[in-house]
């Protein structure tokens, strides 16, 4: 016999089924689906916390629960992929790219298998549930395996037009999105294209250079110090792996700085790869990269987080400022 539900409990399912940004990973693919595309999905006991069970009630015969087991289920979407049919499989990105990394190695991206991995609730978005669960690293490890896409959405809108991107990409895809509660950067929609950056701005003095959630928090800081007189724009580089170079050279040379900011460790991940652009190319622009500073995140709620690390808009305008001013960390 069920107990009665009590309005002061923490009903997980209920809150997650009335987020509404758990709903475009869903619509993406049941886009796909509509399209003709042969899709399956897949989740590891989360389907409600990614909002795959929207997708799961409308074709049950094209979701798979996999379990906690998440490496034996990138495996397994790596052998459906052989089929013809293409997996999306979801899980916590820490669970993903870093736990499963062996896995999408050898199994998806070494096999060359169209595998549509999403590593969601990234970087130190779950909070409370610490060091085990945050995900800080996952760039660097996705970035450092040949043959593999990395797309880090700014929000749920930038996520649908990746997966519907996605049909037309042969490669395995890490996409590396938030846990649903992101604030909205495209209220109108958007458009995607892998290896392409979506320029809001460059500025004279700064150009800041984002993804995933702190691009909204970029656009806040840049419009801050804008409005007290700066020059600073931004750029959404949601693609990550393949880069868009070209981006990141015309900011290096209209603006005097560039500043990366990232959800992630300041090593490996995006700081890292518009670094190595600027030095392949020889390009002498200071870039401050600012992120997590190699180490462990801290335990607590997100939004605590993300304004101790300064990746919030206030904190983001504080270090471009400091920046701009030329203090040093």
């Known amino acids: 016999?069920?107990?009665?539900?009590?309005?002061?409990?923490?009903?997980?399912?209920?809150?997650?089924?009335?987020?509404?940004?758990?709903?475009?990973?869903?619509?993406?693919?049941?886009?796909?689906?509509?399209?003709?595309?042969?899709?399956?999905?897949?989740?590891?006991?989360?389907?409600?916390?990614?909002?795959?069970?929207?997708?799961?009630?409308?074709?049950?015969?094209?979701?798979?629960?996999?379990?906690?087991?998440?490496?034996?289920?990138?495996?397994?979407?790596?052998?459906?992929?052989?089929?013809?049919?293409?997996?999306?499989?979801?899980?916590?990105?820490?669970?993903?790219?870093?736990?499963?990394?062996?896995?999408?190695?050898?199994?998806?991206?070494?096999?060359?298998?169209?595998?549509?991995?999403?590593?969601?609730?990234?970087?130190?978005?779950?909070?409370?549930?610490?060091?085990?669960?945050?995900?800080?690293?996952?760039?660097?490890?996705?970035?450092?395996?040949?043959?593999?896409?990395?797309?880090?959405?700014?929000?749920g809108a930038q996520l649908e037009a990746a997966i519907r991107a996605s049909a037309d990409w042969d490669q395995p895809i890490y996409f590396r999105i938030g846990r649903g509660r992101d604030p909205v950067v495209y209220k109108g929609g958007t458009e995607f294209t892998f290896g392409k950056a979506h320029i809001h701005s460059i500025g004279e003095e700064l150009t800041i250079i984002a993804c995933g959630i702190t691009v909204h928090a970029a656009l806040e800081a840049a419009a801050a110090m804008n409005a007290a007189g700066r020059s600073v724009g931004v750029i959404d580089m949601a693609s990550i792996k393949p880069l868009d170079r070209d981006a990141v050279l015309q900011a290096a040379e209209a603006s005097r700085c560039l500043m990366t900011v990232e959800e992630h460790n300041v090593m490996g991940g995006l700081g890292s790869a518009v670094a190595e652009v600027l030095t392949d190319e020889g390009k002498g622009v200071r870039l401050k990269r600012h992120g997590i500073y190699d180490e462990y995140a801290l335990i607590a709620p997100p939004t605590h987080l993300y304004a101790h690390y300064k990746l919030d808009g206030a904190g983001i305008r504080e270090v471009a400022e400091g920046f701009l001013s030329g203090q040093k960390g």
Not at 82 to 106: D, K
């Open 1 to 155: 016999m069920n107990a009665p539900k009590s309005p002061n409990s923490w009903q997980y399912r209920g809150l997650n089924a009335v987020n509404p940004g758990l709903d475009h990973l869903s619509n993406g693919l049941l886009w796909l689906v509509d399209q003709g595309h042969n899709v399956v999905a897949g989740s590891a006991d989360l389907q409600y916390s990614n909002g795959l069970n929207r997708f799961a009630a409308a074709h049950p015969d094209r979701y798979i629960s996999f379990g906690i087991s998440e490496q034996n289920m990138v495996s397994v979407a790596a052998g459906i992929a052989t089929t013809g049919v293409t997996p999306f499989i979801a899980t916590f990105s820490s669970f993903l790219g870093l736990l499963a990394c062996e896995q999408i190695r050898m199994d998806v991206a070494y096999c060359a298998q169209p595998v549509r991995l999403i590593g969601h609730h990234t970087g130190i978005s779950l909070g409370f549930y610490g060091t085990s669960h945050h995900a800080t690293e996952d760039i660097g490890t996705m970035r450092s395996l040949a043959d593999i896409a990395i797309v880090s959405p700014s929000d």
